[in-house]
């Protein structure tokens, strides 16, 4: 019989990939990063068992039937003052995100790319320190160009071949080229433009056909910044010299313009509630604008993961200096090397705007880690995991082991009519094949694949005749607790 079983997550040792201990070094972010299991996750509504019935059947697996292997990340990093340590850090973080990402079932088919936040502050570059007209214009930052990496590519490709050998566009190791290309240094433009450069970045990528985006990947935007997203269409907004601007910071700017806040006056020295991006600014573009954007790039919303480590936006305080009579927006958080980051409010905006696949973490803790960790379990959910969500009962503590009871069944994504294909459990889970029915499903314990899932549980489907349709998604609804 042909076995064209769900292997989503490997358990059995000849189907998994491994990869080389030099790559996945455990250091203290590691231990950071995967310290804490989330348990719960986000789970369908509930289906009543009656009064008597312990717990509550909850949808715990949602998963493509068929895998995918694809994975394009764009990492947008501030390159202004105060940030290097950040990037450093970053960089560090990076190999702690490959350890999770391969959980199971070695690393994906990667594409790395990075983008400063200095677009440039266009015709007033002669009279802003440190700006130039177009900044790093929004273009990948090629790793030849920096001396991280030989390559012909502006971004690194990673994969593996069938016996599990690494097949890069460059030489070296991954995480090293990636702490080079990330390491941007403080010399950007004050005026952050982080949405404007992902948005070019990512355009210009397609219109030059680069290959960076590819048409089956997920793609992950993690953004990196200590001050607010300030994406101007208005390059009014640089001029030193306008008199509504006149003497006001550039973070002071780019909130005034970019922010609204519950109340009149945003002069006015004090903390401010209900910040919220300004929907019609004269000279910031509306984040709007680049949600729609990553949307016409990805649509499906499960494509899409977007991370942003920024200063709190919930601290939003208006000071005022007044040995020079100016308002200022005060700092909202400081890191442990003393080093602030300001509120990300439009940026924080940004990430929620995508649901379950958006998240925000601040700049200022150790936090971050768990950001990158939320970030790629939404990956590999992409990709196609059965690790099981939740609190998964054991229905019946008298026997060895767990003992679960789950409703397992495969249904098309996008056709409403139709019964879904239940899966009975193998009853013979020793030689699941040999069941009285096939195809059927088991669950076991799979640390080794879904460590960082609080069940340690995975689903397996054995005894499939023909693979599964392209449109469909496997699914398993387990008793749960409440």
Do not use: W
């Not at 997550?9 to 972010?29: E, V």
């Not at 998963?63 to 990093?77: G, M, S």
């Not at 690494?166 to 190791?173: D, L, R, S, T, Y």
């Not at 006015?268 to 991006?277: E, I, K, M, V």
């Amino acid at each position: 019989m042909s076995d064209f079983s769900h292997t989503v997550l490997a358990i059995s040792g000849h189907t998994q990939q491994t990869i080389p201990s030099k790559r996945l070094t455990t250091t203290h972010t590691l231990a950071l990063l995967t310290a804490s299991l989330v348990a719960g996750g986000c789970l369908e509504p509930e289906v009543s068992l009656g009064e008597d019935a312990p717990g509550v059947f909850r949808e715990v697996v949602n998963t493509p039937a068929i895998l995918r292997d694809q994975v394009d990340l764009l990492f947008v990093v501030d390159n202004t003052e105060d940030m290097e340590e950040r990037q450093n850090d970053l960089g560090k973080l990076f190999e702690s995100m490959l350890h999770n990402l391969a959980f199971g079932r070695g690393l994906p088919d990667l594409h790395i790319g990075v983008v400063s936040t200095d677009m440039g502050v266009g015709k007033f570059s002669d009279s802003v320190s440190q700006c130039s007209s177009y900044g790093d214009g929004g273009l990948l930052l090629a790793p030849s160009n920096r001396g991280c990496a030989a390559t012909a590519d502006s971004f690194l490709a990673y994969r593996h071949g069938e016996k599990g050998e690494a097949i890069a566009n460059f030489e070296g190791e991954i995480a090293s080229a990636f702490q080079c290309m990330s390491h941007l240094g403080e010399v950007g433009c004050d005026y952050e433009q982080p949405l404007e450069a992902m948005r070019s970045s990512l355009f210009q990528a397609r219109e030059d056909g680069l290959g960076f985006v590819r048409p089956d990947s997920v793609l992950g935007v993690v953004v990196l910044t200590s001050e607010d997203d300030c994406s101007a269409f208005n390059s009014e907004l640089f001029n030193p010299d306008a008199p509504r601007f006149l003497g006001d910071s550039p973070n002071f700017r780019c909130f005034q313009t970019g922010v609204i806040c519950d109340g009149d006056d945003v002069y006015q020295p004090g903390s401010r509630d209900g910040c919220r991006p300004h929907p019609q600014s004269n000279f910031v573009t509306s984040v709007g604008d680049y949600v729609e954007f990553l949307e016409e790039i990805k649509p499906n919303p499960a494509d899409r993961v977007v991370t942003a480590i920024v200063g709190d936006p919930g601290h939003v305080v208006i000071g005022r200096d007044e040995l020079i009579m100016e308002s200022e927006l005060l700092a909202a958080c400081e890191d442990q090397t003393g080093n602030d980051a300001y509120p990300g409010i439009r940026l924080s905006a940004f990430a929620s705007a995508f649901g379950e696949t958006g998240q925000t973490t601040s700049i200022c803790d150790a936090g971050a880690a768990g950001g990158l960790k939320s970030m790629v379990r939404n990956l590999r959910k992409a990709l196609g995991t059965t690790c099981l969500e939740g609190v998964v009962l054991d229905v019946d503590a008298s026997q060895p082991g767990r003992q679960v009871e789950c409703r397992v069944f495969e249904k098309h994504e996008f056709v409403e009519a139709g019964e879904p294909t239940t899966f009975p459990e193998c009853d013979n889970p020793r030689d699941p094949e040999a069941s009285s029915q096939v195809p059927c499903y088991i669950i076991q314990t799979g640390g080794e694949a879904c460590g960082d899932f609080y069940t340690q549980l995975a689903l397996q489907v054995h005894g499939r005749q023909a693979p599964p349709e392209h449109d469909t998604r496997l699914i398993a609804e387990c008793r749960v607790s409440e």
